[in-house]
């Protein structure tokens, strides 16, 4: 029987390449096809053996990770895990990798030993086996501008958004983001993705929306014009109230294997906002999130999904139209969707 993600492994490291096959064999659904210590290897041997899934490291002799990558997206797109370093440097360099088409990345273990990469085996596994799922062809159709026009007229009406996503649910997350206004609810981004990367992230979000992007706090104050950022994977993000509503950062083990969970955070947006509630869920593997958009539904929220043919990874959200939720709106509009104008409002402004 053919494995569902067939690897191969790029990186300058005799022990990193020994080490990542050893931990990644640990899953019978995962076959390690070979190995490459650079670029021109690599080539070679994706011709040769012709994987569904590379992990791919940054730094390597002649050409270097991220141009290699941009090489591949070019002329041979294939799902890409990047090895990252637990830096800012690291993270930054992450972030390009993402934007050049990486369907996501993983920290390397600190120590190079076979006892940390046992600890990390599982969560390896379960990312190279969710990239091999990926739908490269997404990107290519959640590239259309964006409308902001919509937006610019918005007037709060107590509404509060909520985004979530877990793989692939980068770029998405940051168009929905930057297509908000000034003004605009009081909004939640839980990702499910790669910690190290919050800082860059929101660095860069700054950069380029009308909107304030914050990392998110425990207690910090739900208010309009301001979009709280949580990633940090040993807590649960939830709202404990409204009016006045605060987040909350919560311990708590993983809900449908994931945390934060976007499950938890759309059932408290439910429980709270009620009506006024605006979720949106976005790429990622798995069933996280349905459940929750279900309970905003029964609220009489509004329950929003990335289009499926422009998600990396359509897990989540096929788990939520399973559940009967069909709302699907694509990149280009998520603002108009998110902030709609009444007419009223547009005529007046």
Request: glycine content about 8%; charged content about 20%.
């Amino acid at each position: 029987m053919t494995a569902a993600a067939r690897v191969l492994i790029v990186d300058d490291s005799i022990t990193m390449r020994a080490l990542f096959t050893s931990a990644l064999e640990k899953d019978k659904n995962i076959e390690v096809l070979g190995a490459a210590r650079d670029a021109i290897e690599a080539r070679e041997l994706i011709a040769e053996l012709r994987p569904n899934v590379l992990t791919l490291d940054v730094e390597m002799p002649g050409m270097n990770g991220i141009d290699f990558l941009a090489e591949l997206m070019a002329e041979r797109p294939i799902p890409v895990v990047m090895l990252s370093t637990l830096t800012q440097k690291g993270a930054d360099i992450s972030l390009r990798a993402i934007e050049l088409g990486a369907v996501d990345c993983f920290p390397k273990p600190q120590k190079a030993t076979a006892e940390e990469f046992a600890k990390i085996s599982g969560k390896l596994c379960k990312t190279v086996l969710t990239a091999a799922r990926t739908n490269l062809e997404a990107r290519s159709k959640a590239k259309d501008a964006v409308d902001l026009s919509a937006s610019f007229n918005y007037r709060w009406n107590g509404q509060v958004i909520a985004i979530a996503g877990g793989m692939g649910s980068i770029d998405p997350a940051t168009v929905a983001v930057t297509s908000l206004p000034t003004n605009c609810p009081p909004t939640i981004v839980s990702l499910a993705i790669d910690e190290a990367l919050t800082a860059s992230l929101v660095a860069n979000l700054n950069k380029d929306c009308r909107a304030q992007i914050k990392i998110a706090e425990d207690g910090a104050l739900l208010e309009p014009g301001i979009v709280h950022v949580a990633v940090d994977p040993r807590y649960h993000v939830v709202i404990d109230s409204w009016p006045n509503g605060r987040i909350r950062l919560v311990e708590r083990d993983p809900v449908n294997g994931a945390r934060p969970s976007a499950d938890l955070l759309m059932a408290s947006l439910a429980k709270t906002v009620g009506a006024k509630g605006v979720g949106l869920l976005l790429s990622g593997g798995g069933e996280d999130g349905a459940a929750g958009m279900g309970a905003l539904r029964a609220a009489e929220g509004t329950c929003l999904l990335q289009s499926p043919d422009t998600a990396l990874i359509p897990e989540m959200i096929g788990a939520a139209v399973a559940k009967g939720i069909m709302n699907f709106v694509a990149p280009a509009d998520f603002g108009t969707r998110l902030c709609p104008v009444d007419e009223a409002t547009q005529n007046a402004a």
